[in-house]
């Protein structure tokens, strides 16, 4: 068995071609995104940027149950498989803790003004600023707002009138909300033309937790105090968690085992009154070609003004081999020039053009209720307004929102889920070293 | 060097099989079980320290551990029960000579064994649906109200349970009838003789004769079952509240939402734990039956 020197020599040259490859090879960066309208947006507008920067982009589209798993291995094995990533805003602090995000300090200093002044502040910090430096652009904002059939309210005002002694108007707190919900519920009312007053979506999680805390801090609750201990269980979270049963009556039986979308679908199918839902979703309720109800929808702040702030931002993982090329397509996508074309093809960048456009707000109505429910929009990570965010929020939200849905389900009471909730995420928050180290 | 290759052929064609082994299943198992002695949140670098049994002992007096194990428990044994005694009668009633139709009615059994667990999973999510599924319209001819199947901890669970029994019960009637179909005539004709009723040829002689086949059909399903994940996780991801979160599912949160790594490892070590217990008592327990009965 003689090895033979000269195709030995063959194969060592071409694996060494094989490795320098690389270093020669065109700018390409590799994306993951979550994929909500912006991401098909973005896809559809890609191909300009290409052409215009000769850097070739690559874009995967992941579920939203899997990106957050997904993005963390990425970021904590070292390993840069993605150099842009979609990220959630409250994983900020998750994400910069791993230590692999690239701040983008030294692209902001060469950066024009206009560029960085253009974006809606508090967004822009909200979702990218950590301990002074920022992270990210919000390139999909999201807040929660109330989507509701004008024609139903004006068609049955007089008998709302006639059955509760005061006129029917958008509702301005969650009991008000729960109330109209009844009055559109078909097994209640015969009369109405819809089969529920809400649609809910309350899956264990995240979908839970969207529901439950925009009635807390509507009616005043925190989910923590200044001391981080939990503060759910009291009175005011029984009353917020008892609202949404309430409300559910008027909501199909399985809505505690629905997502959003499904929530929308609903909705636009035309059988519902009211829904409260992302507005990211409102390019599809208002396009007549996917729903019904498109011309017949209005928009409002969510009851008690207290929305949670959700949206998506752009972060860049520090160990990628084209910083570059990754900060420059983080800033194309967030672009105050494409920034109107964008939302035509389904996506809502956080620049303030956006929502003050006469043309955009002329075919989107919705979008200056958006503005205005950012302003009083809240971070589910901090315990108050303006405090301090927790990091583990999957794991929060994990907990709390199956805390949640074991009560909607009748599995036990509220309190008595809130109670047991408290007791797993004070043991969370303490192995994560929130009261003093172990 | 020849010579040397030669001798030894034996150890050196093994060599690859032990070094994937090692590095699939010895390493991963030796590191796993230091790793659980440790804390380490993955998205925390540099937070790693030993910390001794704390890991065991939190999840051993974690409401939700103990919940996943009873769910996981009752599972098992409502899933296997079922199988076992409807697998049985199945191949009993496959194994009377006048049914012409054997080879295609196993063919047809061993459809619901081929589709993927993710597959069966979906089916039954969608045949389950409030609005659309075919369960609700079925249940609503017959003037019974229609009901959310996954949105009630109990009808979740149930409806997990049958969507596997859907699909193993065939592995079972499989291995029962080559059982039925190795029984030799020579028993039977004997008790004839002797005047023995149906019922008491089978107690004496069946069932005795069948003990090796129902305990390799239990094990197999029993271990099987243990592991489910694929599809709970489609039907319910473990909802309502923790009413379908099996063990695996559990695990699966902890170590890959949470990544609490080493809280899973130990996870994973107590789990081991229990199916060795499970092994040394029942399994022993159920070969020496079976293996007493084939010596017969």
């Known amino acids: 068995m003689k090895i033979n020197g000269f195709l030995f020599g063959v194969v060592i040259i071409f694996l060494m071609i094989g490795f320098l490859v690389p270093v020669f090879a065109a700018e390409e960066i590799n994306v993951i ?98 301990e002074g430096e920022i992270y990210a652009y919000p390139y999909q904002v999201g807040v929660q707002v109330l989507f509701y059939r004008k024609d139903l309210f004006e068609q049955y005002s007089n008998d709302y009138q006639k059955q509760y002694g005061y006129p029917l108007e958008v509702p301005v707190t969650f009991e008000e909300y729960a109330q109209i919900a009844k009055f559109f519920t078909k097994k209640y009312n015969p009369n109405v033309p819809t089969t529920y007053g809400v649609g809910m979506a309350a899956y264990r999680g995240g979908p839970a937790l969207a529901e439950y805390c925009m009635r807390l801090w ?9 001391k981080w201990n939990v503060q759910f269980n009291d009175y005011i979270g029984v009353k917020a968690l008892e609202n949404i049963i309430e409300t559910g009556k008027s909501a199909p039986s399985s809505y505690y085992t629905m997502y959003f979308d499904e929530m929308s679908k609903q909705y636009m199918s035309g059988n519902t009154a009211m829904i409260i839902q992302w507005d990211a979703f409102a390019g599809e309720i208002f396009d007549k070609t996917k729903s019904q109800v498109a011309d017949k929808t209005g928009v409002a702040v969510v009851p008690g003004t207290q929305p949670m702030l959700g949206g998506w931002a752009l972060v860049i993982n520090k160990n990628t081999k084209f910083p570059d090329a990754a900060y420059k ?52 990570t901090t315990p108050y307004r303006g405090g301090p965010a927790i990091a583990e929020l999957e794991e929060y939200q994990e907990i709390l929102g199956a805390g949640i849905n074991e009560a909607l389900a009748g599995q036990k009471s509220p309190k008595e889920a809130l109670d047991d909730t408290k007791i797993e995420v004070t043991k969370m928050m303490e192995n994560a070293g929130y009261y003093g180290k172990k | 060097m020849i010579n040397f290759i030669r001798k030894n052929s034996n150890y050196l064609f093994i060599i690859p099989a032990v070094v994937v082994l090692f590095i699939i299943v010895i390493f991963p ?39 996943s194990m009873a769910v996981t428990f009752i599972f098992v044994g409502a899933s296997v029960a079922i199988e076992m005694v409807l697998g049985f ?56 109200p229609p009901r959310d199947w996954l949105g009630t901890s109990f009808t979740a669970l149930t409806m997990v349970i049958i969507t596997d029994v859907w ?62 994940f694929d599809t709970v996780f489609v039907m319910t991801r473990g909802g309502p509240g923790y009413s379908t979160e099996v063990i695996s599912l559990h695990l699966y949160y902890i170590a890959l939402n949470f990544f609490h790594l080493g809280t899973a490892s130990a996870i994973s070590f107590i789990v081991i734990g229990f199916a060795t217990i499970f092994s040394l008592v029942f399994i022993n327990k159920i070969l020496i039956v079976s293996v007493r009965g084939l010596e017969r």
Not at chain 2, 46 to 63: C, E, M, P, Q, W
């Open chain 1, 33 to 130: 995104m979550y994929g909500a309208p912006s991401a098909d947006a973005i896809n559809t507008l890609l191909p300009s940027f290409e052409k215009e920067t000769g850097i070739k982009v690559n874009i995967e589209i992941t579920p939203h149950k899997e990106i957050h798993s997904k993005e963390l291995l990425d970021l904590t094995s070292g390993t840069a498989n993605y150099d842009v990533m979609s990220m959630d805003n409250p994983w900020l602090q998750e994400f910069v803790r791993t230590g692999n995000l690239l701040p983008f300090t030294k692209y902001i200093e060469k950066e024009d003004p206009k560029f960085i002044e253009g974006f809606i502040q508090n967004i822009y910090k909200g979702y990218g600023e950590y």
């Open chain 2, 29 to 67: 198992f030796i590191y796993t079980f230091l790793v659980s002695f440790q804390f380490w949140d993955l998205p925390k670098p540099g937070s790693r320290h030993f910390v001794g049994f704390a890991n065991y002992v939190d999840i051993l007096t974690s409401k939700r551990f103990w919940s």
């Open chain 1, 218 to 226: 509507a009616m005043g609750g925190r989910e923590f105090d200044e």
């Open chain 2, 89 to 144: 009668l199945i191949a009993a009633l496959l194994n009377i000579k006048l049914v012409i139709l054997r080879p295609i009615v196993r063919t047809l059994l061993i459809i619901p064994m081929m589709v993927t667990p993710v597959v069966a999973g979906t089916t039954w999510k969608l045949m389950t649906n409030y609005e659309f599924g075919i369960l609700n319209y079925l249940v609503k001819l017959i003037g019974l």
């Open chain 2, 167 to 228: 699909q193993w019960t065939p592995f079972v009637i499989l291995i029962i009838l080559a059982g039925f179909q190795s029984l030799p005539p020579e028993p039977y004709e004997a008790a004839v003789v002797d005047g023995a009723s149906n019922l008491k040829a089978f107690r004496y002689i069946t069932f005795p004769l069948m003990k090796p086949f129902i305990g390799l059909a239990l094990i197999l399903r029993v271990i099987y079952a243990y592991r489910i």
């Open chain 1, 329 to 380: 397509f983080v800033r194309w996508v967030n672009s105050p020039e494409l920034a109107k074309e964008f939302v035509f093809v389904g996506g809502l960048p956080g620049r303030l053009s956006v929502f003050k456009d006469p043309d955009l707000v002329a075919k989107y109505p919705f979008l200056p209720v958006a503005l205005k429910s950012y302003e009083t929009a809240r971070k589910r």
